[in-house]
């Protein structure tokens, strides 16, 4: 009775003993290491520590070179992928390696937080993408704090802007607009409707701005002999039925479709030219009345003195007549 007491005991304690351990080998070939019922080769519930200059690694057969692996150097934690590598250091995660650019080196398929920074260095093609469904965002946030830039892009549209919460925001309205560009590549500032290449709804400052035209569109022309001005005549005539230059847009032109810079000063350039030639050809009509003047001065002083030749004449015989 005794001897069958202690056999059950010890059948206890080692039933006892293995469900404690949790370590399994089942027939189908997996192995459980803290849970008694492995769904994979190997299935552990619980830490795991490698070391020694250890790495996890993997490859698709046995037969196949070493694929992505996993290990630790230095206070680096080290996934090599190829040609490229990520490397966590002193908390912060870089990208490292020499290979060419690949898509999906680091992919995540739910929200990740960096403490510090992210840098990515390579000698060749390196860069960063967010790809949604719907809407990508990349947002730099004050903090502690609330606000912060956005980078956004949606529908081949690509923003940049504002928002005043900690959060990367899907909803428009709490998200401002600075710089905007279309799908066709027009570019709104302060404006999301840019209907030309540059769009800016306020002031511009700039050193230089530089207009490039053709030589056609330059008003040189207004010095072609065959160019016909407008006697000024009818220049006052149009000015006082229009309230404005001929070829000159008007007032309400202006607010409706603004000023074309460039026109604008073709057209200031053309009334400047037009002035010169009027300038020109009145300066020429005074030269002529000058001219015609000094001739008949000319003929005038002649015909005095050929009259004062004749009164002295008269004098003379008017004198001799007297004394006789």
Same mark, same amino acid.
């Given at each position: ?10 059948? !206890?304690? *080692? ?23 492995? !769904? ?30 996993? +290990? ?18 002193? +908390? ?127 008003? +040189? ?13 009818? *220049? ?24 074309? *810079? ?9 009334? !400047? ?30 015909? *005095? ?20």
């Amino acid at each position: 009775m005794k001897i069958l007491s202690f056999l059950s005991l010890l059948i !206890i304690n *080692v039933i006892y003993c293995n469900l404690k351990a949790q370590n399994v080998f089942p027939a189908n070939g997996n192995v459980g290491i803290g849970t008694t019922y492995p !769904i994979v080769k190997l299935e552990v519930a619980g830490n795991m520590l490698i070391h020694n200059n250890g790495y996890l690694a993997f490859r698709k057969s046995a037969s196949d070179p070493i694929g992505p692996r996993l +290990d630790i150097s230095g206070n680096g934690l080290y996934l090599h992928l190829g040609g490229l590598g990520l490397i966590a250091r002193n +908390d912060n995660v870089q990208d490292l390696g020499s290979a060419s650019f690949r898509f999906q080196r680091l992919w995540l398929g739910r929200d990740m937080y960096v403490g510090q920074s992210v840098y990515v260095n390579s000698p060749g093609n390196s860069g960063v993408i967010v790809d949604g469904n719907n809407l990508s965002r990349v947002g730099f946030m004050r903090y502690p704090g609330k606000g912060g830039g956005i980078w956004r892009v949606a529908n081949q549209e690509f923003e940049i802007g504002r928002t005043n919460t900690n959060t990367l925001p899907g909803n428009p309205t709490v998200f401002t607009t600075d710089v905007y560009v279309s799908g066709t590549g027009n570019v709104g500032i302060g404006t999301k409707k840019p209907s030309e290449k540059l769009s800016v709804n306020g002031t511009i400052i700039a050193k230089s701005i530089k207009v490039k035209m053709t030589s056609a569109d330059w008003a +040189d022309y207004v010095f072609d002999s065959s160019y016909r001005l407008m006697p000024l005549a009818e *220049v006052s005539s149009f000015i006082k039925q229009n309230k404005h230059l001929p070829d000159v847009p008007s007032a309400k032109e202006v607010e409706k479709q603004g000023v074309d *810079v460039g026109l604008t000063q073709s057209l200031l350039l053309k009334k !400047i030219e037009e002035l010169t030639l009027y300038m020109i050809g009145q300066q020429e009509q005074i030269d002529a009345e000058k001219q015609k003047i000094a001739e008949r001065n000319k003929t005038l002083r002649e015909e *005095v003195k050929r009259l004062e030749e004749q009164l002295k004449e008269t004098k003379k015989e008017v004198t001799v007549e007297g004394r006789f």
